[in-house]
């Protein structure tokens, strides 16, 4: 064991994410401003941890001029976040925009610039307004496709020209898996063929939204954010590898072929028209695809997913789902994050990076999102009251490692973003599991602080290196 020291490669983006919906808290917005996320705690606030939801989240939109300078203080060079959709939007229909949402978007983006912070921005992160999902039955629509289009456009409108990164979506793939393939969350509809039209329709209007781009001729770049679940057959067996490569077909490949490739694979199609589960499609919409595919990825990538072939035939009379093709491998002795249950294994984002390399034309892309959740971190507090987060320190540190690791085997990673710039709320989770570089106090007035690993963070950002003990071995 020694320790290392690792530069950061010139120009290297190191810094944070968040999104609209965990972080900004329903002041400004009305019963009409509601998105999915707002729907989904109105209907089962019971569900979420300790009842919280988005009501308040950070409170952000009171306190951002104070988060922009914390974003400072922290030394993030990016900062990202979403434009909430169903605040930024008065008429759905129309797209006529909300004259104060703008005001706020415009003050919000100008003070993290003024910070010397670059704002990256997505237009998508779970924001779709609960009346487009109610009234026509959100993602599921294509008339929602264009509507979001028209959203998009004011958004490049009112911010092109001080926006430079714009992602259409973050994580496309999931709501609609939590909610119609394996219905744990709000309204738990179990519909298998809805889950790939929700894939579809959010492939096309990524590549609508993408045309728009450049047609409007706007400097900058636009991609969307995936969470490819990168995948590891239990074995060398065929069967496991099978299984795996089935596994990536369905969560992966869904959104990175067409995005990246403009294609869906043959192998996906073929298994949905197997399973009577094909989506509604017209050539023109696949023409639209193949020609608007994206050149700029953001991956969250937290932890590996470890799969083996079914030891059980799949009864084939429940639904389809693609788990008829696997089953998940528990790895005896992995390393976890016991808080949030994910195992840790760094090295998924050297895999991913190489195989972007390989397979997906070497495509440039940043880490989106990488980060620790954990429970109860005031126990943690020195007796300044600071949370000595050396545990962060040390996930952050190994994933970088990592990162750096595949820029030096070629891959075209530009970045770094850790989840998270501050506390925020989780989906369902709340604040239970917390992933800052900035403490968010519920017990006082949601008072901020800056925890050791946003010190240390800084530091890094400063000497453009950090140190790390590292076991390589570990992860061959
Ligand atoms: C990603 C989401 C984020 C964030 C993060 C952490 O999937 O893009 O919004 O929530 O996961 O996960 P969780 O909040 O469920 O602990």
Same mark, same amino acid.
């Given at each position: 064991?020694?320790?290392?020291?690792?530069?950061?490669?010139?120009?290297?983006?190191?810094?944070?994410?968040?999104?609209?919906?965990?972080?900004?808290?329903? %002041?400004?917005?009305?019963?009409?401003?509601?998105?999915?996320?707002?729907?989904?705690?109105?209907?089962?606030?019971?569900?979420?941890?300790?009842?919280?939801?988005?009501? !308040?989240?950070?409170?952000?939109?009171?306190?951002?001029?104070?988060?922009?300078?914390?974003?400072?203080?922290?030394?993030?060079?990016?900062?990202?976040?979403?434009?909430?959709?169903?605040?930024?939007?008065?008429?759905?229909?129309?797209?006529?925009?909300?004259?104060?949402?703008?005001?706020?978007?415009?003050?919000?983006?100008?003070?993290?610039?003024?910070?010397?912070?670059?704002?990256?921005?997505?237009?998508?992160?779970?924001?779709?307004?609960?009346?487009?999902?109610?009234?026509?039955?959100?993602?599921?629509?294509?008339?929602? !496709?264009?509507?979001?289009?028209?959203?998009? #456009?004011?958004?490049?409108?009112?911010?092109?020209?001080?926006?430079?990164?714009?992602?259409?979506?973050?994580?496309?793939?999931?709501?609609? %898996?939590?909610?119609?393939?394996?219905?744990?969350?709000?309204?738990?509809?179990?519909?298998?063929?809805?889950?790939?039209?929700?894939?579809?329709?959010?492939?096309?209007?990524?590549?609508?939204?993408?045309?728009?781009?450049?047609?409007?001729?706007?400097?900058?770049?636009?991609?969307?954010?995936?969470?490819?679940?990168? %995948?590891?057959?239990?074995?060398?067996?065929?069967?496991?590898?099978?299984?795996?490569?089935?596994?990536?077909?369905?969560?992966?490949?869904?959104?990175?072929?067409?995005?990246?490739?403009?294609?869906?694979?043959?192998?996906?199609?073929?298994?949905?028209?197997?399973?009577?589960?094909?989506?509604?499609?017209?050539?023109?919409?696949?023409?639209?695809?193949?020609?608007?595919? =994206?050149?700029?990825?953001?991956?969250?990538?937290?932890?590996?997913?470890?799969?083996?072939?079914?030891?059980?035939?799949?009864?084939?009379?429940?639904?389809?789902?693609?788990?008829?093709?696997?089953?998940?491998?528990?790895?005896?002795?992995?390393?976890?994050?016991?808080?949030?249950?994910?195992?840790?294994?760094?090295?998924?984002?050297?895999?991913?990076? =190489?195989?972007?390399?390989?397979?997906?034309?070497? !495509? #440039?892309?940043?880490?989106?999102?990488?980060?620790?959740?954990?429970?109860?971190?005031?126990?943690?507090?020195?007796?300044?009251?600071?949370?000595?987060?050396?545990?962060?320190?040390?996930?952050?540190?190994?994933?970088?490692?990592?990162?750096?690791?595949?820029?030096?085997?070629?891959?075209?990673?530009?970045?770094?973003?850790?989840?998270?710039?501050?506390?925020?709320?989780?989906?369902?989770?709340?604040?239970?599991?917390?992933?800052?570089?900035?403490?968010?106090?519920?017990?006082?007035?949601?008072?901020?602080?800056?925890?050791?690993?946003?010190?240390?963070?800084?530091?890094?950002?400063?000497?453009?290196?950090?140190?790390?003990?590292?076991?390589?071995? #570990?992860?061959?």
């Amino acid at each position: 064991m020694a320790l290392k020291k690792v530069n950061l490669p010139e120009n290297f983006i190191l810094g944070a994410a968040a999104s609209a919906w965990q972080t900004e808290g329903w %002041t400004g917005k009305t019963e009409k401003n509601m998105n999915y996320m707002d729907g989904w705690y109105k209907a089962v606030p019971e569900l979420w941890h300790d009842g919280i939801g988005p009501t !308040v989240a950070a409170d952000l939109y009171n306190r951002y001029k104070e988060d922009a300078r914390l974003m400072k203080e922290v030394g993030l060079n990016a900062f990202r976040t979403s434009i909430d959709w169903s605040r930024f939007i008065k008429d759905y229909e129309t797209g006529e925009v909300n004259e104060e949402a703008v005001q706020f978007y415009n003050d919000y983006i100008d003070e993290i610039k003024k910070n010397g912070v670059e704002p990256m921005i997505c237009l998508e992160h779970y924001e779709l307004p609960l009346y487009l999902f109610e009234k026509y039955g959100g993602w599921g629509s294509k008339k929602v !496709v264009d509507l979001f289009v028209k959203y998009a #456009e004011q958004a490049f409108k009112h911010f092109g020209h001080k926006v430079k990164y714009w992602f259409t979506f973050n994580e496309p793939i999931v709501v609609q %898996t939590r909610v119609y393939l394996d219905a744990i969350r709000w309204p738990y509809e179990q519909n298998t063929a809805k889950w790939m039209q929700w894939n579809h329709n959010k492939n096309l209007a990524n590549a609508k939204v993408v045309k728009l781009f450049k047609e409007l001729g706007l400097e900058g770049k636009i991609g969307a954010i995936l969470n490819p679940e990168v %995948t590891y057959p239990r074995s060398s067996a065929e069967h496991d590898k099978k299984a795996a490569y089935m596994y990536d077909l369905y969560f992966n490949r869904v959104f990175m072929d067409p995005m990246l490739k403009g294609k869906y694979p043959q192998d996906l199609i073929n298994d949905l028209k197997k399973h009577n589960c094909m989506f509604d499609y017209t050539e023109e919409e696949l023409e639209i695809i193949k020609n608007n595919t =994206i050149e700029f990825l953001g991956l969250n990538l937290y932890y590996p997913h470890r799969v083996k072939a079914r030891s059980t035939a799949w009864n084939e009379e429940i639904p389809f789902h693609p788990a008829r093709y696997y089953e998940l491998f528990d790895l005896p002795g992995k390393k976890m994050n016991p808080f949030r249950g994910w195992e840790i294994y760094p090295k998924i984002i050297y895999d991913i990076g =190489i195989r972007l390399k390989e397979e997906y034309n070497n !495509v #440039e892309w940043i880490v989106a999102e990488s980060g620790m959740g954990v429970q109860n971190e005031a126990q943690y507090k020195n007796e300044d009251g600071q949370i000595q987060d050396d545990y962060r320190i040390e996930y952050i540190s190994q994933h970088l490692y990592w990162t750096l690791k595949a820029i030096e085997d070629g891959s075209n990673c530009k970045g770094y973003m850790l989840w998270a710039f501050m506390d925020n709320v989780s989906p369902q989770n709340a604040f239970k599991n917390r992933y800052g570089l900035v403490e968010v106090n519920l017990e006082d007035n949601r008072n901020r602080r800056i925890k050791k690993s946003g010190n240390w963070y800084k530091e890094v950002q400063e000497n453009r290196s950090f140190e790390l003990e590292i076991f390589e071995n #570990e992860y061959k």
